[in-house]
């Protein structure tokens, strides 16, 4: 099952904040977010192994609402490396099954 | 630089072709997946491979065929494809499967079917 990502693309100045929110209609047993340039390869961000739990890695963070099937990335004070496409991924089994991808601009 | 290696990164081929893609991962990981990335399409799962076996063949077409060699190696053979199978197809592996583990991608490899 497909998490679904929302919004579709952010365009912001930099310096601006961001919310990226991925959901699920089914159970989410752990969230991995990703970010993929224009041309690269998916780079991992982080990963939320269980609800409640937050983390951050500079002055990006994600939360997890496992009670609401939801995961939510943070990008605080944007600044123009961050643009790039984000994929929320959720692991059932074998699968790690990627929304359709947040697409963000910062601009100057 | 990732520890996953994509060749080639770019490819051109005929309908009536027989091409591979290749992918090794330098990481020491079981675990091993083909992806395909698409314009109008989000990163869909195609194989997975855990300890050299396919665990999981996600409805894709025949005339895409996965070979794993060995745990370090990962193949797709491409046949009598159509041009909407044109599209960017990215190798990844982790530690294992299942639920926790981080997947490491590499960096694709464009295929354009003309």
């Known amino acids: 099952q497909q998490p679904v990502q929302s919004p579709q693309a952010v365009i912001l100045r930099e310096g601006e904040d961001a919310v990226i929110n991925c959901s699920s209609s089914?159970?989410?047993?752990?969230v991995h977010w990703y970010r993929q340039k224009h041309g690269e390869a998916p780079v991992f961000l982080m990963i939320?192994?269980?609800?409640?739990e937050q983390k951050g890695h500079e002055k990006i963070s994600a939360s997890f609402n496992e009670k609401k099937q939801q995961s939510s990335l943070y990008l605080t004070a944007s600044q123009l490396s961050y643009s790039g496409t984000y994929f929320c991924g959720t692991a059932r089994s074998e699968k790690l099954v990627f929304g359709k991808g947040t697409k963000l601009t910062v601009n100057p | 630089e990732t520890g996953v290696t994509q060749t080639p990164r770019h490819l051109v081929m005929g309908m009536t072709n027989k091409k591979s893609l290749k992918c090794e991962q330098h990481?020491?990981?079981?675990?091993m997946y083909w992806y395909k990335q698409s314009a109008k399409k989000p990163l869909e799962l195609m194989f997975v491979?855990?300890?050299?076996?396919?665990?999981e063949n996600n409805s894709v077409p025949s005339r895409f065929s996965p070979e794993c060699p060995n745990s370090s190696h990962l193949f797709l053979h491409l046949h009598t494809l159509q041009p909407e199978d044109s599209a960017l197809y990215l190798c990844?592996?982790?530690?294992?499967?299942?639920?926790?583990?981080?997947?490491?991608f590499g960096e694709g490899s464009w295929l354009t079917v003309v």
């Open positions: 939320l192994l269980k609800g409640g």
């Open positions: 990844a592996s982790s530690s294992r499967t299942g639920e926790g583990n981080t997947i490491y």
């Open positions: 491979y855990s300890l050299e076996e396919r665990v």
């Open positions: 089914k159970a989410l047993y752990s």
């Open positions: 990481l020491g990981h079981n675990a």
